[in-house]
């Protein structure tokens, strides 16, 4: 069954706290692409994993770290979260250049 | 590098009627294309991916065309139902193959 499965959907932190939000998927993708979801800005890109251990920065990675040890699974961590980082956050993953990516159902995380 | 535009930001029609939407992008030599619809607090689920080389896909009510001259890309609901009411957005594979950049959506509702 082809799904990228994240957990946990809906999150709530303090300020200052340590997140970390999980991203699975049963397709062997070697990509896999971690996105952040605000009204008016739509989809901006965090980052980027190529496969297991090779990642690269996005369009706004401040913040942010991943962690990719295993090809199905990539993990988002904000270390101290900040209340600007209260959005939604989506993982998706490709087989290829000539795939487009699909989609998990998002986490929404609030940054109190 | 690639930036795409979406246009409209909303869009209203009646049950029956077509909506169109469009994207514009600036990077000549992106090869691959993909139109997804996001419903209310779901991710992003693909309906349709074109590459470059071809200039218009049918699929169940959904038609893509890529105007490559003008660097158009558009999406066709024939005979919208309610149903079809969601945000669409576009996505083209920037030329390293890996980035997939967005437009900001659109907010289709189809009117009984």
């Given at each position: 069954?082809?799904?990228?499965?994240?957990?946990?959907?809906?999150?709530?932190?303090?300020?200052?706290?340590?997140?970390?939000?999980?991203?699975?998927?049963?397709?062997?993708?070697?990509?896999?692409?971690?996105?952040?979801?605000?009204?008016?800005?739509?989809?901006?890109?965090?980052?980027?994993?190529?496969?297991?251990?090779?990642?690269?920065?996005?369009?706004?990675?401040?913040?942010y770290?991943?962690?990719?040890?295993?090809?199905?699974?990539?993990?988002?961590?904000?270390?101290?979260?900040?209340?600007?980082?209260?959005?939604v956050?989506?993982?998706?993953?490709?087989?290829?250049?000539?795939?487009?990516?699909?989609?998990?159902?998002?986490?929404?995380?609030?940054?109190? | 590098?690639?930036?795409?535009?979406q246009?409209?930001?909303?869009?209203?029609?009646r049950?029956?009627?077509?909506a169109?939407?469009?994207?514009?992008?600036?990077?000549?030599?992106?090869?691959?294309?993909s139109w997804?619809?996001?419903?209310?607090?779901?991710?992003?689920?693909?309906?349709?991916?074109?590459?470059?080389?071809?200039?218009?896909?049918?699929?169940?009510?959904?038609?893509?065309?890529?105007?490559?001259?003008?660097?158009?890309?558009?999406?066709?609901?024939?005979?919208?139902?309610?149903?079809?009411?969601?945000?669409?957005?576009?996505a083209?594979?920037?030329?390293?193959?890996?980035?997939?950049i967005?437009?900001?959506?659109?907010?289709?509702?189809?009117?009984?």
């Amino acid at each position: 069954d082809m799904k990228v499965t994240q957990m946990p959907r809906y999150l709530i932190k303090r300020m200052g706290e340590n997140v970390l939000l999980e991203c699975g998927q049963d397709m062997s993708h070697e990509t896999m692409y971690w996105y952040r979801q605000d009204p008016g800005l739509g989809l901006q890109l965090i980052y980027i994993s190529y496969d297991v251990d090779s990642n690269s920065e996005g369009d706004i990675p401040k913040g942010y770290r991943v962690s990719r040890k295993k090809r199905e699974h990539f993990s988002l961590i904000l270390d101290s979260a900040k209340t600007n980082q209260t959005s939604v956050y989506f993982c998706a993953s490709s087989g290829g250049a000539n795939q487009a990516p699909l989609f998990g159902e998002g986490t929404r995380l609030s940054v109190l | 590098g690639e930036q795409v535009e979406q246009r409209p930001p909303h869009l209203s029609v009646r049950e029956g009627d077509s909506a169109i939407i469009i994207c514009t992008y600036t990077d000549s030599a992106t090869a691959y294309f993909s139109w997804y619809k996001q419903e209310a607090g779901a991710g992003l689920q693909l309906l349709m991916s074109v590459l470059s080389n071809v200039d218009r896909k049918e699929e169940q009510g959904l038609t893509v065309l890529l105007n490559k001259k003008d660097k158009r890309l558009s999406l066709n609901l024939t005979a919208a139902h309610p149903g079809d009411s969601a945000v669409y957005f576009c996505a083209a594979r920037d030329t390293n193959a890996y980035k997939v950049i967005f437009g900001k959506g659109t907010h289709l509702h189809v009117l009984p």
